[in-house]
């Protein structure tokens, strides 16, 4: 005890000392008594004393973190290992995966070679751990560096003594853990989900601990493993000591924590123990219940079954679950019982399950998997828990999470084929497994409904039950699939003939489930959505195993694997056929498409005979099983029609959904196909007129095929006759011409996927790869069979790039058929096969039309489906077109030929499509005649009299006379005179021309007219096979339902019996429809046959004119009698006359279409009209001109308009003037922005940082150099002048823009009141004032009132003239001094000036308070006028920025049209007008007069600012306001004339200061020699010298900048260099100016290339007379012109500098040396690879709260890092996104988020989806990077966001905008 109390560190030592001797039982003994003490369980677990004391003493007496170090580099792992758990961003490389669930952490990845390899990123979902270094699950060529090299191998042995003190406290230390979580756990029942969570939460150091120690490397991990594997220290410590009472309790604890680990429950053990357990397999007999035979009692007992006892429950609780026992393997009665523990890590292993798997628990467990003892003895610990895990799942609340960590485990273990066969072998992996599968699904099993409900035996699971619905049987069946896809496992499974028979009945729990029974009468109240569980279940549960066992089936050698599994399928059909009580009708009115029985079966015989070369009939069952397996498909592939035709609707759309799915990519494969080869099996190998019959009464058309005109369908509605007989005959089609199992090869396969993909629609590359059906089976990757998805794709398609229409929808690139394969491989079967939608039928054959009308092959009507050749059959399967050679499709086809060509109702184009595309497929593929078949046979089939053979050929032209149908009495074709013997009179036929008099013998005919039916003829076949397949007469009597069919209630007319005369042959149908269809008569001239075969490929595409003609060809070239009988026909043949309807009804139905086509076309005509209606209206709308662009045509017309401007209103339509009272406005946004504030000089732009060195500094901005300069300014000059001397606005100045459009202002408040009250609107919020444009959407938020006048009085202000510029400047003097008289007088509030003042506070409204307040007093007068000018200097400037920083380009821009700068500068100069300019400070005079020298300043104010550090522009703006308007446009020049004056002198001061000192002086001398020169005033260098002597007069000046200039000027100087220095500086005013000119009084901009703006802008403006020859030099100077003495107002100018104080004026010349030039304002310079970006940003920490954030943003204007939606970053409840763009983009930011590869806009109080600038080499984009492919930045993309973001146009351009609550 005395230990306890000493210093841990030298306790530590003083022990490690004793333990290190020979003899150390005295350290033993202390040591063990010091852990008693420190160690006790009953101290609560959150004291951390005990934890230090472990890690001093394992420490042995050195520092905790030195001992880590110095294990760490004994690390001998050649694994990674690292573990992760959700969420983590990995690596997975199919090039280098040997196992599919291969990962790599990022630094390996990065770290190991994959150039040119298939990876890609993911974002792990369960967690997982790096394989790098682990050669069973990756090649080695993938590895990294480090675990190539495989440094682990060198590492010293480690020192005994290290790792000694570890060896002697981790056992106890763990024990106490465990003692902790048996103390800890109560039954769920009693306890809550919390208390878990406590314990685990007092527990989190310990465990920490524990994972801390594994991370220490190899070294530690041996010593942990020994630990937790050695079954003596487990023993020795387990129970606790005797006489120590906690442990007792504590273990007993533990006892009845296991007790119910078992499979069975004791309870149910005890039960079971009166039962003799009895071999075979027995149902227990429950009371009421029904015997549930699960295995089928004819199970073959083979050697190895006879060993198996099997546990049996004799009493069955009666309950609503029905349970069913399980056998128990004798093999492996340890799954039965309760678990037994004899180690450590068995016990860890069951608390971490009880607990339910704890993160850090597991983490700790995988951790250690790099040790290999550890992995084998942790798998078989695992293996051993696997029922238990299974149990403890489906008690779970949490099942979701459970289920993630259970694969996060399993996957580790299992996808190692070496542990998995070790398993296997030693553990019984697979009985496990399957018995575990059994177990689960049994405790939601319900009685099969299908077929014979009430005596039904079958059990099939429910699909509401929660272990369906919420997948919880997930990581059992994610582990079987893993398991199976090792060849090792695989064939021990396959050779287990006990365990396969186990698999069976698994299955057939699925088999039939979710059956839909059709609801007749009302609607169904509740829609279930059960049924996606049920396919999920099947794909999951049934289909990918049976995929992975495939995979192993591949070579001759595995031929009796697939004997066995198909045995054992049939065996089970069997059972199940008996359990379900089916003899050989389906029930009506029911379907499941749950069949996985059958889809096994039909997917092992389909691998057998591509693969194994076995023979398919050495398969297959006899005659009477075929029939029976062919039933349930085939009811599934009628259902499906029945679906489409509307007849299921009472349903709900949820059947529909159970339609899609079963055809859609993802499970096509596993279910429709199998279903459509099981059905080609069956009709190869059965008599195909049973097939054809069964088929043509499933679809329920049978009464249809009848050649009378009226007929009675008992169990159709007539609107469901044409869709049914539709698809009964596509069905058909597909069955006789699909190929996928029966011959194609794997690339033509998926060739044939890809064509008929593409052809629906064009399709990105991810959608494609996501459509193409790939073998479910992971192993086999994307690529069927050897050729490569990519290639197969460049063979097929071309790419289209992604275009751009700036602001149209972000595009991606697409891939689109090529020419020739809409030429040659368009199939519309694989089409029809593969929609999941039906419109994706039309727009394939729209795409297919549209290329035929493109490349000429078809240009009138509308094309036929193309007829494609098939690929040739496999020898197995040629049975299958007997189908096409039988006489019952030939009667069919017949018929409806028949039918067509009259016109019966209900026969569609559709339908003689499909009838001709049989023949075509019967005249291409011929049967091979065996000759011995030719003998008549014995019994008179009724269908033999019809055609003499089964040969299409020869039937085709084979005429038929007479036929006898049964008909309604009421039927046209009834005889009216009843006389039995028909006299030869003249007699009344219905058929008109056609059907010649009935002459001769009446009996004769009678006997020779041909009887047809369908089902009596199907009866008969089944009865014959029966009773030649089963010795007695199968004692099946059925009801005659002849008889029964057709007399249903209600009795209609009775049928009576009626003989038709035709003497028709198919080929004679053909051509008279062929007539029909061209609507000529002898549109076949007798010859034509010979002009076909002279060109024979004009064929292929075309309408059913072409389809008939080929299919005569054809006919023709294969049989001399067919081209006999077509010549023949062809030159006698006379046009059909329709009969002339005589009953009422027959009208009834014929114009029933044509009534519908009627309406149609009226309808088109209306939409027609109506359509443009509307395009004229949009075209008269959109040329509203805006107004002031209407006042300038109108200035430029020769005579004056005596008349206002008019507006047009786009709410109430009226045109008129706006007026004081009634004033118009235009529909503006109001913007803040801060563009113009993140420019810069240079015009690179800013690279966006992907290092830790790299960084970007605001300080040279627009914005900030302004900001420096204005507090520069404040601190030494008087506060109301500096005001006045710069703009603001840089950062959060208001943009104006408009659409153009105008409206009352009162219109605009009513139609507001409509947007409040319909809130149904919200993209925006009305309640801010936003709205959008009545007439062109355009986002808006205010309305800017346009001032009334006359367009008069513009022209005479307009007018030039001739005034000497000095009379000007006193005329400009004079109006300053008058406050300006607005037109409107401010006394009177009117509605106009109400108006002003709102939009004047929506202004201000517009952009946050910190832009306005630049003055020291906030919301003074002086503050207020500095931001209403800077609103006019920022919508200038932006206007420039849009031109391209130049007016160059001369032109009003897109922008000037949509310009609203006049409109806002009257009521800018409204608003100003309300402050006088304080004529003692006025400007003016210091601009234009040599002051008298007054030097009554006094010392405590401080001075104004000098001229020569104010900014020209701002000057000009302040005087244009605040002059009376409207302003003449002489005193406008004269303004600019005078400001440039001021202009040039800065240039001159700043270019100065450039100088060196040298250079000064010299260009002082040089030019005080030219002072008195007649123009000096004009030049520029007596201009300059002046400027140089007058600054030098005080040192300071010159002196300040001394040491940078010395630096900068290396360069000379020359006049050619000064010139254009001068003229680039007085540029930007330039600009300015010309541009105002042109909004205020409408003067053109004309264009000038580059090096001639200058000029160009200096003679618009009128500083320049306009030159003849412009060829000279223009020199910047000679615009200038001085109304007073140049050098007197230059020497004035340059004193207010020099008279500065020293303090001052060392920081003051800095303001000198300005430079007005600007670069265009850029986003960040992104870089290529996206892949930079991710990894550098995705776990980077931020600034702000230091840690990483879940969700990583960039701000891609200033490259800021922040949190999206960061709780962390959070201020006054805004988050930090929103924040950032409050700060930097006054409200509009644009981020990219890391995570997710997108960028999103955030606007105000809105944000919406950009989409992404970074593409894969595909053109796509992948949104929260689910692909994880390698993406590159798309320059155009990222051009066009740029622009829209200088332009302001976000709010116009994206339409998805939500508000984002300060949320994001």
């Known amino acids: 005890m005395a230990l306890v109390c000493r210093d841990k560190k030298s306790t530590a030592a003083h022990l490690k000392a004793d333990l290190n001797r020979t003899d150390n039982s005295s350290g033993v003994r202390q040591l063990k008594e010091l852990l008693d003490c420190v160690l006790d369980p009953e101290k609560p677990a959150a004291d951390t004393e005990a934890l230090d004391w472990c890690k001093c003493l394992i420490a042995g007496g050195e520092g905790f973190e030195e001992f880590c170090k110095t294990v760490r580099s004994y690390d001998n792992a050649t694994l990674c290992g690292l573990v992760w758990t959700a969420n983590f961003v990995a690596y997975r490389c199919r090039t280098c995966g040997i196992s599919p669930c291969m990962s790599l952490c990022a630094e390996c990845f990065n770290n190991g070679d994959h150039t040119g390899h298939d990876f890609n990123m993911f974002r792990s979902q369960a967690g997982g751990a790096c394989d790098c270094g682990d050669s069973n699950v990756m090649r080695e060529t993938g590895f990294c560096r480090r675990h190539r090299l495989r440094t682990g191998e060198n590492v010293p042995s480690v020192p005994r003594d290290l790792l000694l003190m570890s060896e002697m406290v981790l056992p106890r230390f763990i024990i106490c853990i465990i003692q902790y979580l048996r103390d800890g756990y109560t039954e769920p029942d009693t306890s809550t989900e919390r208390d878990l969570q406590k314990v685990l939460q007092q527990l989190e150091p310990q465990i920490s601990f524990l994972e801390e120690l594994t991370k220490m490397g190899g070294a530690m991990r041996t010593v942990l493993t020994k630990i937790l594997t050695n079954q003596q220290i487990f023993k020795d410590l387990s129970m606790g000591q005797e ?251 396959l050779e287990d003939h006990s365990l396969l028979m186990l698999w069976m009945s698994f299955v057939s729990f699925f088999q039939g489930m979710n059956l839909n029974k059709r609801e007749l009468s009302e609607h169904v109240e509740f829609e279930s959505q059960t049924y996606y569980a049920a ?219 890809m064509v008929s993909q593409l052809c629906m629609n064009d399709r990105t590359h991810s959608s494609l790869l996501d459509l193409i059906p790939e073998n479910p089976n992971p192993k086999s990757g994307i690529v069927p069979g050897s050729c490569s998805f990519e290639e197969m794709l460049s063979a097929v398609a071309d790419f289209k790039a992604p275009v751009f229409e700036p602001g149209g929808s972000m595009q991606q690139g697409m891939y689109t058929p090529k020419e020739e394969v809409w030429e040659k491989e368009f199939d519309p079967i694989m089409v029809v096969l593969r929609t999941v939608y039906r419109r994706d039928v039309q727009s394939a054959m729209d795409r297919y039309s549209a290329f035929l009308k493109q490349s000429g092959m078809h240009t009138t009507g509308n094309p036929w489906p193309p007829y494609k050749e098939r690929t040739p059959l496999h020898p197995c399967y040629k049975g299958l077109d007997r189908l096409l050679h039988c006489k019952t499709l030939h009667i069919v086809i017949f018929t409806l030929l028949y039918k067509i060509w009259l016109d019966h109702s209900n026969m569609s184009e559709h339908i003689l499509c ?226 002339k309807k005589n009953s009422p009804t027959d009208k009834k139905t014929m114009d029933k279409d044509e009534r519908r086509q009627r309406a149609r076309e009226r309808q088109q005509k209306l939409l027609a009209e109506f359509a443009s209606k509307q395009k004229s209206f949009m075209e008269t709308a959109m040329d509203v001109e805006s107004p002031d662009a209407e006042a300038a045509m109108d200035l430029g017309a020769s005579e004056v308009m005596e008349s206002e401007v008019l507006y047009d209103c786009v709410i109430c339509g009226q045109s008129g003037p706006s007026t004081e009272d009634r004033p118009t406005g235009l529909v503006v946004l109001l913007q803040a922005s801060s563009v113009l504030g993140h420019r810069y000089k240079s015009d690179e732009a800013k690279k966006l940082p992907t290092t830790d060195d790299e960084h970007i500094y605001p300080a040279d901005t627009c914005g900030a150099t302004h900001d420096v300069r204005l507090a520069l300014m404040q601190r030494f000059f008087k506060d109301s002048s500096c005001l006045q001397s710069v703009s603001i606005g840089w950062d959060g100045g208001v943009y104006v823009q408009t659409c153009g459009h105008t409206l009352h202002i009162d219109c605009h408040k009513s139609y507001m009141e409509s947007l409040r009250n319909d809130q149904v609107l919200q993209g925006f919020s009305v309640d801010k004032g936003e709205f959008t444009c009545p007439l062109c959407r355009q986002f808006a938020n205010s309305v800017l009132p346009c001032r009334p006048g006359r367009s008069t009085e513009v022209v005479s202000w307009h007018m030039p003239t001739n005034k000497k510029t000095a009379v000007l400047v006193k005329e400009v003097e004079d109006l300053q001094e008058q406050l300006g008289l607005f037109p409107v007088s401010t006394t009177t509030e009117s509605n106009l000036s109400k108006e002003m003042e709102l939009v004047i506070k929506d202004i201000k409204n517009t952009t946050q308070r910190k832009y306005m307040d630049y003055g020291k007093n906030p919301g003074s007068p002086d503050n207020d006028f500095l931001f209403m000018y800077s609103v006019a200097r920022t919508n200038l400037e932006l206007e420039l920025v849009h031109r391209g920083g130049n007016l160059c380009s001369g032109g009003a821009s897109a922008a000037a049209k949509r310009s609203c700068l006049n409109q806002l500068f009257h009521v800018l100069a409204m608003h100003m007008r309300l402050y006088s300019i304080d004529s003692a400070y006025n400007p003016w005079t210091r601009l234009t007069q040599v002051a008298q020298r007054s030097d009554e300043c006094q010392d405590d104010e401080r001075p104004e600012v000098p001229m020569l550090f104010r900014d020209c522009p701002s000057l000009l703006i302040i005087f244009v306001l605040t002059m009376p308007q409207p302003l003449r446009k002489e005193h406008f020049i004269c303004l600019v004339r005078m400001l440039y004056n001021l202009q040039y002198t800065q240039a001159l001061a700043a270019l100065s200061a450039k100088f060196s000192p040298e250079e000064r002086r010299a260009w002082s001398t040089s030019g005080a020699l030219n002072k008195n020169a007649f123009n000096a005033e004009k030049s520029f260098d007596a201009l300059l010298s002046h400027v140089i002597s007058e600054l030098s ?272």
């Open 914 to 1139: 499909m009838v001709l595309y049989l023949i075509e497929l019967g005249l291409d593929n011929q049967v091979q005649e065996d000759k011995e078949d030719e003998e008549p046979c014995i019994e008179e089939h009724c269908h033999d009299s019809w055609f003499p053979g089964t040969n299409l050929l020869s039937n085709l032209h084979h005429v038929i006379n007479y036929v006898r149908v049964r008909v309604p009495e009421t039927a046209p074709e009834v005889k009216r005179e009843r006389d039995p013997p028909p006299s030869t009179s003249a007699e009344a036929s219905n058929f008109g021309q056609n059907s010649r008099r009935l002459t001769g013998n009446w009996r004769e005919n009678v006997r020779e007219a041909q009887v047809f039916s369908l089902v009596a003829e199907r009866r008969r076949k089944f009865q014959e096979i029966i009773n030649r397949s089963s010795t007695e007469a199968s004692q099946v009597v059925r009801p005659k339902s002849s008889s029964t069919r057709w007399v249903p209630p209600g009795t209609p007319p009775q049928l009576v019996t009626e003989i038709l005369e035709i003497r028709e042959s198919m080929l004679s149908l053909l051509i008279k429809l062929h007539q029909k269809l061209s609507a000529k008569q002898n549109s076949l001239s007798a010859t034509w046959l010979e002009d076909m075969e002279a060109n024979p490929n004009h064929h292929a595409h075309g309408d059913g004119i072409t389809a008939i003609e080929r299919i005569l060809t054809k006919a023709a070239t294969r049989s001399r009698q067919s081209k006999r009988s077509i010549q023949e026909i062809c030159g006698k043949v006379s046009p059909p006359v329709a009969p």
């Open 1593 to 1864: 007069k005080v040192k300071t000046v010159y002196d300040v900048n001394a040491e940078e200039t010395s630096m900068q000027s290396s360069c000379v100087w020359s006049p050619q260099s000064i010139e254009y220095s001068l003229q680039r500086f007085c540029l930007p005013y330039l600009r300015l100016s010309c541009l105002l000119q042109h909004h205020l009084y409408g003067d053109n901009l004309s264009g000038c290339p580059d090096e001639e703006e200058f000029s160009g802008l200096a003679g618009c403006l009128g500083l320049l007379a306009p030159t003849p020859q412009p060829s000279n030099p223009i020199y910047s100077a000679s615009c200038l012109d001085w109304t007073v003495n140049a050098f007197d107002l230059m020497t004035q100018w340059c004193s207010e500098v020099t008279g500065l104080s020293d303090t001052q004026a060392e920081k003051a010349i800095t303001l000198l040396v300005q430079d007005p030039q600007w670069a265009s304002p850029h986003l960040l310079h992104l870089p290529d690879n996206y892949n930079i970006i991710f990894q550098y940003y995705h776990k980077k920490a931020c600034t702000a709260c230091k840690k990483v954030p879940k969700d990583p943003a960039l701000c891609l204007v200033c490259g800021a890092f922040v949190c999206l939606k960061g709780l962390c970053c959070k201020q006054q409840g805004i988050c930090e996104c929103v924040l950032h763009s409050q700060h930097c983009g006054a409200a509009t930011g644009i981020f990219l988020l890391i995570n997710a590869s997108v960028i999103i806009i955030i606007r105000g109080h809105r944000f919406c989806l950009w989409g992404s600038v970074y593409l894969d080499a595909h053109g796509e984009e992948d949104r929260d990077l689910r692909r994880g492919k390698p993406l590159f930045l798309c320059v155009e993309r990222y051009r066009v966001l740029e622009q829209q973001w200088v332009w302001h146009t976000f709010d116009h351009i994206n339409k998805r905008w939500g508000p984002h609550y300060n949320g994001l």
């Open 535 to 753: 396919f999920a279940a099947e794909l999951e549960a049934c289909a990918q195993p049976m995929w992975g066992l495939l995979t192993h089936c591949k070579v001759k050698e595995t031929q009796e694997y697939t004997r066995t599994v198909v045995r054992y399928c049939l065996e089970t059909l069997q059972i199940w056929f008996d359990a379900i009580g089916f003899v050989d009708e389906p029930a009506p009115n029911q379907v499941t498409f749950h069949l996985p029985l059958h889809r096994f079966y039909a997917m092992f015989l389909s691998k057998a005979v591509k693969c194994q070369g076995l023979h398919l009939d050495s398969l297959l069952p006899d005659q009477e099983m075929l029939m029976k397996i062919m039933v349930h498909p085939l009811q599934i592939q009628a259902s499906l029609s029945e679906i489409h035709s509307n007849m299921w609707v009472r349903n709900g759309l949820q059947i529909k959904g159970q339609a899609m799915t079963y055809v859609q990519s993802h499970f096509c494969n596993s279910m429709i196909d199998p279903d459509i080869f099981l059905l080609q099996v069956c009709a190869s190998r059965l008599d195909p007129d049973y097939f054809i019959s069964s088929v043509f009464e499933r679809f329920k058309v049978v009464d249809l095929l009848t050649m009378a005109s009226v007929h009675q369908n008992a169990i159709l509605d007539g609107e469901h006759e044409r869709p049914m007989l539709e698809g009964a005959l596509t069905f058909l089609v597909i069955l006789s011409s699909l190929r996928i199992h029966l011959g194609m090869a794997d690339d033509e396969i998926l060739r044939a996927e």
């Open 243 to 493: 006489e120590n009472v906690y442990a007792k309790k504590n273990y007993e604890k533990y006892l009845s924590a296991l007790k119910n680990s078992g499979l069975v429950s004791v309870e149910e053990k005890a039960q079971s123990g009166a039962a003799e357990p009895t071999p075979g397999v027995e149902a227990g007999a429950g009371a009421g219940t029904g015997a549930l035979v699960l295995l089928g009692a004819e199970a073959p007992a083979s050697p190895d079954e006879s060993n198996k006892e099997e546990d049996q429950d004799g009493g069955q609780s009666v309950g609503q679950r029905k349970r069913v026992k399980l056998s128990s393997t004798a093999k492996d009665p340890s799954i039965m019982d309760s678990l037994k523990h004899k180690c450590f890590l068995e016990e860890l292993l069951f608390w971490t399950i009880k607990y339910e798997f704890p993160q850090k628990m597991v983490t700790f467990l995988l951790n250690m998997l790099p040790d290999q003892d550890y992995k084998i003895t942790f798998t078989k610990t695992f293996v051993q828990h696997y029922a238990f895990i299974m149990k403890t799942l489906m008690k779970s609340q949490e099942s979701d999470t459970m289920s993630n960590r259970i694969v996060h485990i399993s996957v580790q273990l299992f996808s190692n084929e070496e542990l998995a066969r070790h398993v296997t072998e030693e553990c019984q992996l697979l009985d496990i497994m399957v018995t575990v599968l059994l177990y689960m699904m049994e405790s939601c099993l319900i009685k099969s409904e299908l077929q014979d409900e009430e005596n039904s035996r079958h059990v099939v699971v429910n699909c509401s039950e929660a272990l369906l619905k919420n997948n919880t049987y997930w990581p059992l069946v994610s582990d079987f699939i893993n398991i199976l896809s090792h060849q090792s496992v695989a064939k021990k499974f």
